[in-house]
């Protein structure tokens, strides 16, 4: 379980840079000052990040636990069927 | 009495009580229970009042509404407020009431109260306490009665909201004495295993002692001393309760509580579709921009015909050449006169030395005669050299500038979505001929339009997979 919260937090990290660095990449495009090519890239790359944080966003998986006192009387986190 | 010579009326006799026992009861205040309890329609409201042995019957005029709303029932102990009147057609007395009140319920709101004046004074419910709720919990620490119906709006909102959520749910008594020490172990074990980002203590909508154990001075303080933010989401919007006041973000509903929580994601999807509008529409303004210069470019006849700007000079270059060459012979006939002319006045200011330097004359005379042809041929030479030269510097230039129209041209490409099929996409239109971009913008059995990049084809939607 550790190791499941460490990963949810390396993906909240890395949305949290993809977002950064989309907003960087509008500034840019909306400065002006890049070539046709460079600004191609940049539009390439942010449409990409977007997809993703949106996805991100919205298809992370549903979890639902509950609460229970096991035989031995520990208790645990059981998911919802 | 003793002047009567006769007997009374039977109404005589019920005016005469009727006079003498509201003289006696203009206001009283009883205690009993509700043994019977009839609203009708009019809006007026009929009861018995009772104790251990005795009955007192009662109305109370246009009072329906109070009725409901102190939730009068049949068994519940109550204050009435009010006289004692006789109706005189039948010889009966009724306790006539401009109130009546649960006794529990009065009761119940003075703790309340009370319970609210300590805590307050105590500083639990200071804004300066609050801990900040997250905007994206990770994990939501919801506490309430598993079948409950709190539960199911609270899960059914979030889903609706964003299905990705994660919650821990831990079951627990809402209503009655059992329950402050089940919220309060619950709240303590989230605390404890740091299992969630965020509490939730919620129940649905019920009557004040429904409701009363979200009113427990321990649970308060429980709450108070949570590390963990914790929401209170208890009973419908009117309902207020002491775990709203020491909670960090008190929410009218289960409902409301799961909108709140994720008020935070729902804020991040509207980033980011106002970050693609962005791109694309500078994007957009970009290639039109560069759409314009090239058809302003293309446009230039020194690019449409450059044939014709090429012609123009050589002509030019012919015109001038011509009128060199044509000047060049009067030039040299100019250039004789003269000499004849000092000639003619050096043999007539020096006959002596006539000789001598007449020689002198005849050999530059000759040199003169030599020279002048071959300097016409030099410079016809220069310029036949120019003449060439400049067609070949044309033609780089013109070189030059296609390239950097091809170049152009070529990143324009690049946007042309046609471009992008030749790499083996396609777009998907339906019958209004609008681009299919979501699975969910159509549907089994629809007809489709594919565009590829060398042709197009029907094709027809088998299944749809929403992801």
Redesign the interface.
Known sequence: MEENKKKEEKQEIKFEEALARLEAIVAQLENGGLSLEESMAQFEEGMRLNKLCQAKLKEAEQKIERLVRKDDGSLSWEQKG | MEEAQRPLTVSEVNRAVKTSVERSFPQIWVRGELSDLTVHASGHVYFSLKDATSQLRGAAFRYAQQAQQMRLERGMEVDVCGRITVYEPRGEYQLQASSITPVGAGELNRLFEELKLKLGAEGLFDPSRKRPIPT?P?IIGLITS?SGAAIQDF?RVL?RR??????????SLVQGAEAPPKLIKAIE?FNKTQ?CDVIVLTRGGGSVEDLWAFNDEQLARAIAASELPVVSAVGHERDHSISDFVADYAAATPTAAAEFLVRG?AE??E??ET??Q??TG??QL?VAN?HRRYERASSCPMLSHPEDYVNRLSQQVDYLGARLLSALPGLATARRQRLDYLESRLLQALPGLATARRQRLDYVESRLLQVLPSLATTRRQRLDAAAERLPQAMERQMEERTHRLER?AV?MK??NPKSVLTRGYSILLDSGGHAVRRADETFEGAKLHALLGDGELDVAVESVKE?
Do not use: D, T
């Open positions: 994206m990770r598993w899960l889903n964003f299905s990705g959520m994660h919650v821990r749910v831990i079951p074990y299992s994601k991040l999807g980033r980011l970050i693609e962005r791109m500078v994007m970009r560069l152009v990143g690049a946007l992801s």
